[in-house]
T-cell receptor, first 114, second 112 residues
Framework: DAKTTQPPSMDCAEGRAANLPCNHS???????VYWYRQIHSQGPQYIIH???NNETNEMASLIITEGRKSSTLILPHATLRDTAVYYC???????????????FGAGTRLAVHP | DVKVTQSSRYLVKRTGEKVFLECVQD?????MFWYRQDPGLGLRLIYF???????EKGDIPEGYSVSREKKERFSLILESASTNQTSMYLC???????????FGEGSRLTVL
C-alpha cells in the first residue's frame, strides 16, 4: 500500500496558488518525496522531488516540514491546464536491495476554475 | 526529450487470449516499469526491471509476466487474459535509482 495520505479532491481559482498537502508520517530518513501529476488520458508527468530541503523548479515548489512527516506542493499561479490528479509518492526500497520502485496512491484531484 | 512509446493505445481481446504489451524507451534507461491504473485504485506496480534480463515483481504480478531482452524494450505479457485484467496499462522508465519516471501514454486494454 502507498505510504502517503492526500485529500481526494481540491479546488483552486485560476491565478491563485494551489497548495496540495501530503502526509507521510512513516517516512524513513533516506526516502525521497516525489510528486507527479496526471492530466486526463495522459501518462503521469514528473513535477518535483526532494529529501529534506525545500525544492523549486519551473513547475512548482516543494515544502517539506521539519521532521519530514508531511509536505506541500505549491503551484504558484494555477492555470486551467493544471487541472489534474496529483500524486505524492515516497520512494520505497525494492526487495532486491538497491533497486527502488515508486508506489502511487489515489492522489488528489485538483480542479482549477476560472 | 525522453520518449517512452507504448505499442498500442487501445486493444480489445477475448478471454483466454495471450496479450503482449510493448514498451520502448529511447534514452538508454536502466529501469523500466509496468503499472496498471484502475478507477479509485491509483497506479499499481505490476513488474519492474533494473537491467536486461532482470525483473522483479511489483505489488500485483499475478497473471502477468515480463520480458526484457534488450535494454530499450520491456514487454508485459498476459498469458491468458481475463476480464479482471481490463485496465489502463502504463509503462515507465528511469535512468537510475533516483530521479524522475518518464511515462508512456498508456495502453487501454479491454478483455471481453
Amino acid at each position: 500500500d502507498a505510504k502517503t495520505t492526500q485529500p481526494p479532491s481540491m479546488d483552486c481559482a485560476e491565478g491563485r496558488a494551489a497548495n496540495l498537502p501530503c502526509n507521510h508520517s512513516t517516512i524513513s530518513g533516506n526516502e525521497y518525496v516525489y510528486w507527479y501529476r496526471q492530466i486526463h488520458s495522459q501518462g503521469p508527468q514528473y513535477i518535483i522531488h526532494g529529501l529534506k530541503n525545500n525544492e523549486t523548479n519551473e513547475m512548482a515548489s516543494l515544502i517539506i516540514t521539519e521532521g519530514r512527516k508531511s509536505s506541500t506542493l505549491i503551484l504558484p499561479h494555477a492555470t486551467l491546464r493544471d487541472t489534474a490528479v496529483y500524486y505524492c509518492i515516497v520512494r520505497v526500497q525494492g526487495s532486491s536491495g538497491g533497486y527502488n520502485k515508486l508506489i502511487f496512491g489515489a492522489g488528489t484531484r485538483l480542479a482549477v476554475h476560472p | 526529450d525522453v520518449k517512452v512509446t507504448q505499442s498500442s493505445r487501445y486493444l480489445v481481446k477475448r478471454t483466454g487470449e495471450k496479450v503482449f504489451l510493448e514498451c520502448v524507451q529511447d534514452m538508454d534507461h536502466e529501469n523500466m516499469f509496468w503499472y496498471r491504473q484502475d478507477p479509485g485504485l491509483g497506479l499499481r506496480l505490476i513488474y519492474f526491471s533494473y537491467d536486461v534480463k532482470m525483473k522483479e515483481k511489483g505489488d500485483i504480478p499475478e497473471g502477468y509476466s515480463v520480458s526484457r531482452e534488450k535494454k530499450e524494450r520491456f514487454s508485459l505479457i498476459l498469458e491468458s487474459a481475463s476480464t479482471n485484467q481490463t485496465s489502463m496499462y502504463l509503462c515507465a522508465s528511469r535512468l537510475g535509482g533516483v530521479g524522475e519516471l518518464f511515462f508512456g501514454e498508456g495502453s487501454r486494454l479491454t478483455v471481453l
